[in-house]
């Protein structure tokens, strides 16, 4: 949060025509036969996604296997949700991970929601602690890790511009 991820994704995707996918999406999209009780569930409780559903299989295992099916007829840019750890294996998968300092990130929090110090620092801590245990719980993996990432861009020295041209290079 903060460090315009969601905003290079999007403009990834209109130069390069691809669809963004996003955690509602991913609930919505490729687990689409759900109870409202189940996409609550799964919107609110990283555990939920290693439950069993009525076929026997986790939330989890059923969407990687439905990721994986339309990763193949389909390029597209997945934000989040383990992304780096889903698709680890897959040559054709580029991981990047999108960062900037607290400070910068912070004062993006206080003009995007118009709040003051205390709230920005409050949002921020709570969007980056279940950020990492969601990725922490669901796959056992610390997010922050450099090495399930090809290439990190530091968006405090880079503007959304050359990091968008940064990963059209690679």
Known sequence: LGSFGDEIADELSRKLGWEVITRDIIIQQFLPDLSSHEQHMLKESARFYLSKNEAGETYLNQLIQALNEFNEEHSAILVGFG???IFADNPDALHVRIVAPQKVRLARIKR????DDTA???????????????????????????????????????????????????
Do not use: P, W
């Open 83 to 85: 992304s780096q750890v």
């Open 120 to 170: 920005a620092l409050s949002v921020l801590s709570t969007s980056d602690r279940k950020h990492k245990r969601f990725v922490q719980t669901v796959f056992g993996v610390d997010l922050t890790d450099a090495a399930n990432y090809h290439l990190t861009l530091n968006t405090a020295a880079l503007s959304l511009d050359e990091c968008v041209a940064a990963i059209q290079a690679m």
């Open 112 to 115: 995007q929601y118009r709040v």
